[in-house]
């Protein structure tokens, strides 16, 4: 049922156009996705959502875009190069490779391969350390190469330019940085859709407090991230759930991590990560860089490296989530309605106006006269290139909370028929009122 719930996901998001396979024509990738239009518009509310919470709201937290090319010392300091890594096991049966942590141990040395269900002998089957990083090369030519690297991670450009934006924005403790952008791992373990792909984008933020502060704010922001999936992204609170990792799961330089688990259709999996970093980082990047990235404290005159609280999102784990929470089917008259039970505001489009005889002049032009009039103010969408049935489960399909229809009566009442997404309760209003109707109801 579950596994039926991915299947169905997955080609809801290709048929309307929210997700298609990543360069389709050429056979594609694997774990590499492209988002179609409407997968466009629910990305970018997403992002606009969390950008606008944390720093449109906040005075305490500015904007940063960095760069995803970073050079080696980059990631010699962060840890990446050394232990971003993945141990792999080849099957000598089927010829598959997977990773060790995800397959199941049978006896000392002893695996069950996945696909072939043979035993696959670690002693002979040598297990090898795979770096998750993509490589590449920056020099002009081939023979004299400088090799870079594609961040995995947002957070290392935020720590590089720690000290520009202290200097710039005069910030004072505690205050954060935040930054959307792409990050790319060469992922082993793929599949299961947008949950785990190459590349990918992310929404971090990095919390700079006094270490005295640090356990504080880690606990605010455990608490206001997982309203945030709640509140601003509608998911269902028992769809949600907090996992605090355990002492001998923490990464060495953590002092503590919890993650956000949404029920996915293959069951609880991280949806963001919370961690106190201590100054691991800062104090990593000022001696592989040898600049200074401590903060002067006005008040007691002191310098020291702060305590960082790193809420850690995926835009497309989020994404996923929404679309999986808000995926429904009813019966509906002996057939079945697939609806979008988006948070109104995020749906692509919030209003669909349609006229219902499009073979009659005065109709259509009322109707595309109101779509233009909501156009300057609500996301708006017009339709006229089915029978009024199949241009309604259009829209539910996508989640535009209300169809607007005018009809003959139109002509002369001068209202049309507003039609609720989730109830398709219908209500007759003035068409003058019609914007403000719908912009009462999504708040
Ligand atoms: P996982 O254990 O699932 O691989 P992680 O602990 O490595 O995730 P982090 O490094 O904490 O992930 O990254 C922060 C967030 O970035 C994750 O919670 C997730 O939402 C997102 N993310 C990480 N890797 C991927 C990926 N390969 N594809 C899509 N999103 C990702």
Redesign the pocket.
């Given at each position: 049922m579950a596994e039926d719930k991915l299947t169905k996901i997955v080609s809801f998001c290709r048929r309307r156009g929210f997700i298609f396979g990543g360069s389709e024509i050429y056979g594609g990738l694997s774990s590499i996705w492209d988002y179609g239009p409407l997968g466009t518009i629910l990305k970018k509310k997403i992002k606009d959502v969390w950008w606008q919470t944390y720093v449109e709201e906040k005075e305490d937290i500015v904007g940063l875009d960095s760069s995803i090319i970073m050079p080696q010392g980059v990631f010699k300091a962060s840890g990446h190069l050394s232990s971003f890594v993945d141990w792999l096991l080849d099957c000598p049966s089927c010829k598959k490779r997977f990773r060790i942590d995800k397959i199941e141990k049978i006896g000392k040395d002893l695996y069950k391969c996945p696909e072939c269900k043979k035993k696959i002998d670690s002693s002979k089957s040598k297990p090898r350390q795979f770096n998750l990083m993509f490589k590449t090369n920056t020099s002009a030519t081939e023979d004299n190469p400088y090799y870079a690297y594609l961040r995995p991670?947002t957070a290392q450009g935020i720590f590089v330019n720690f000290t520009n934006v202290l200097n710039t924005t005069h910030k004072k403790l505690p205050f954060g940085i935040a930054q959307i952008g792409k990050a790319f791992?060469n992922?082993v373990t793929t599949g299961n859709f947008?949950?785990?792909?190459?590349e990918?984008e992310?929404m971090e933020i990095e919390y700079f407090t006094h270490p005295k502060e640090a356990p504080e704010s880690y606990k605010w922001w455990v608490n206001d991230r997982f309203q945030f999936y709640i509140e601003k992204m509608g998911i269902k609170k028992q769809n949600l759930r907090l996992r605090e990792h355990s002492k001998e799961e923490l990464a060495h330089y953590a002092k503590s991590c919890t993650d956000i688990e949404f029920n996915f259709p293959f069951g609880w999996?991280?949806?963001?990560?919370i961690a106190n970093r201590g100054d691991f980082d800062l104090s990593e990047h000022s001696k592989v860089s040898k600049k200074d990235l401590s903060y002067f404290d006005d008040d007691s005159k002191k310098k020291f490296i702060p305590f960082v609280i790193e809420p850690?999102?995926?835009v497309?784990?989020t994404f996923f989530a929404v679309i999986c929470d808000a995926y429904h089917e009813e019966q509906v008259k002996g057939k079945t309605r697939v609806v979008l039970k988006l948070k109104p505001d995020l749906a692509p489009y919030i209003v669909a106006v349609f006229p219902l005889l499009k073979n009659k002049p005065e109709l259509v032009s009322l109707a595309k006269n109101l779509f233009y009039d909501i156009k300057n103010k609500l996301p708006v969408l017009y339709d006229d290139t089915a029978a009024i049935g199949k241009l309604y489960r259009r829209q539910d399909e996508i989640g535009t909370p209300f169809c607007v229809t005018v009809d003959v009566d139109s002509l002369s009442d001068k209202k049309v028929t507003i039609r609720h997404r989730d109830t398709m309760q219908q209500d007759r209003i003035a068409i003058d009122k019609a914007l403000d109707f719908v912009d009462n109801k999504i708040g």
């Open positions: 991670e791992r992922e947008i949950f785990r792909m190459k990918f992310q999996n991280e949806l963001e990560g850690s999102a995926g497309d784990r």
